[in-house]
């Protein structure tokens, strides 16, 4: 068998999974963003849930192209963070937690109540426009620009913010406009995330967005580790995988799947990916040789 049967053969059975890896990685930087802010937010999946669903409509509604149902999808959950950021992001804590979660709630029992939104049975019939290069430049892109925003004066402050509070404030840095912001870039990440989401499986339902969506996307962030960009997209990566890879153990998946994260929970609270955790370790099997040098 060639290569390029096997690839085939290789990519009916997988792409879904692939696919869901990039998705699930957007989804859980749209997380990070709100954490590196300090903001424990559990509204993404709602916000997925309406990017989604706008994507979704326009493509099956009418003759717009891709990147405009992408546009839409990115733009409609940023601009509902806008409106309801405002009031919310005064709360913190497990407060703000329970707000975003309500929030989620009523996201979803809108939409099983909405005609045009197919009530109960969801949508059926989305186009398949996404292809794996849609996730990877999207999931690049999203990449580099937090990157580049961890780097600026905006990741400085929301790094102050999530340290002291208080003190970020009396330093004269805009608390409230800042939270606002996070919480907007990880509403238009987890919207776009929702958008390529409905593209390639066909059908989308109120289910799909629901707490345990919520909670999902932030073991996928808290699991890899959330003090940089690389420990989310891990986080995600595996996640994904586990399942697949826990499949023959049938019944018991779940349960594997909880003792797996209850372990680095307990075992490695930053995460699996923690730079300074690292550097620790490799600090310490330094030893000076005979001439004192490091080896």
Same mark, same amino acid.
């Given at each position: 068998?060639?290569?390029?049967?096997?690839?085939?053969?290789?990519?009916?059975?997988?792409?879904?999974?692939?696919?869901?890896?990039?998705?699930?990685?957007?989804?859980?930087?749209?997380?990070?963003?709100?954490?590196?802010?300090?903001?424990?937010?559990?509204?993404?999946?709602?916000?997925?849930? =309406?990017?989604?669903?706008?994507?979704?409509?326009?493509?099956?509604?009418?003759?717009?192209?891709?990147?405009?149902?992408?546009?839409?999808?990115?733009?409609?959950?940023?601009?509902?963070?806008?409106?309801?950021?405002?009031?919310?992001?005064?709360?913190?804590?497990?407060?703000?937690?329970?707000?975003?979660?309500?929030?989620?709630?009523?996201?979803?029992?809108?939409?099983?109540?909405? +005609?045009?939104? %197919?009530?109960?049975?969801?949508?059926?019939?989305?186009?398949?426009?996404?292809?794996?290069?849609?996730?990877?430049?999207?999931?690049?892109?999203?990449?580099?620009?937090?990157?580049?925003?961890?780097?600026?004066?905006?990741?400085?402050?929301?790094?102050? =913010?999530?340290?002291?509070?208080?003190?970020?404030?009396?330093?004269?840095? +805009?608390?409230?406009?800042?939270?606002?912001?996070?919480?907007? =870039? %990880?509403?238009?990440?987890?919207?776009?995330? %929702?958008?390529? +989401?409905?593209?390639?499986?066909?059908?989308?339902?109120?289910?799909?967005?629901?707490?345990?969506?919520?909670?999902? !996307?932030?073991?996928?962030?808290?699991? %890899?580790?959330?003090?940089?960009?690389? $420990?989310?997209?891990? $986080?995600?990566?595996?996640?994904?995988?586990?399942?697949?890879?826990?499949?023959?153990?049938?019944?018991?998946?779940?349960?594997?799947? $909880?003792? !797996?994260?209850?372990?680095?929970?307990?075992?490695?609270?930053? $995460?699996?990916?923690?730079?300074?955790?690292?550097?620790?370790?490799?600090?310490? +099997?330094?030893?000076?040789?005979?001439?004192?040098?490091?080896?």
């Amino acid at each position: 068998m060639g290569f390029m049967e096997w690839w085939d053969g290789f990519w009916a059975t997988y792409n879904t999974v692939v696919f869901s890896i990039g998705v699930n990685a957007m989804l859980a930087l749209s997380i990070y963003v709100t954490l590196s802010c300090g903001l424990l937010s559990l509204a993404n999946a709602a916000f997925m849930g =309406i990017g989604a669903y706008s994507a979704a409509l326009i493509s099956m509604n009418t003759g717009l192209p891709f990147p405009v149902a992408l546009a839409v999808g990115g733009a409609l959950p940023a601009l509902v963070a806008l409106i309801i950021g405002i009031p919310t992001l005064r709360l913190s804590g497990v407060y703000l937690a329970m707000a975003t979660l309500g929030f989620g709630e009523v996201v979803r029992v809108v939409v099983l109540n909405m +005609n045009i939104t %197919g009530g109960p049975m969801g949508l059926n019939g989305i186009p398949a426009i996404t292809e794996w290069w849609h996730i990877v430049v999207l999931l690049g892109i999203t990449l580099y620009l937090l990157a580049r925003i961890r780097r600026s004066k905006i990741g400085r402050a929301f790094e102050a =913010i999530k340290e002291d509070e208080i003190a970020a404030r009396l330093m004269g840095v +805009n608390v409230a406009g800042y939270k606002l912001l996070a919480f907007v =870039i %990880g509403a238009t990440i987890a919207g776009v995330a %929702g958008a390529l +989401n409905a593209h390639y499986t066909f059908t989308i339902g109120p289910g799909n967005y629901a707490f345990e969506n919520a909670v999902e !996307i932030l073991t996928m962030a808290v699991f %890899g580790g959330t003090s940089n960009l690389i $420990g989310p997209t891990i $986080g995600a990566t595996l996640l994904t995988l586990l399942p697949e890879v826990l499949r023959h153990f049938k019944d018991f998946r779940l349960a594997a799947n $909880g003792i !797996i994260l209850v372990l680095v929970i307990l075992y490695l609270p930053k $995460g699996i990916w923690d730079p300074r955790r690292m550097r620790g370790f490799f600090s310490k +099997n330094k030893h000076p040789d005979s001439t004192g040098k490091v080896r």
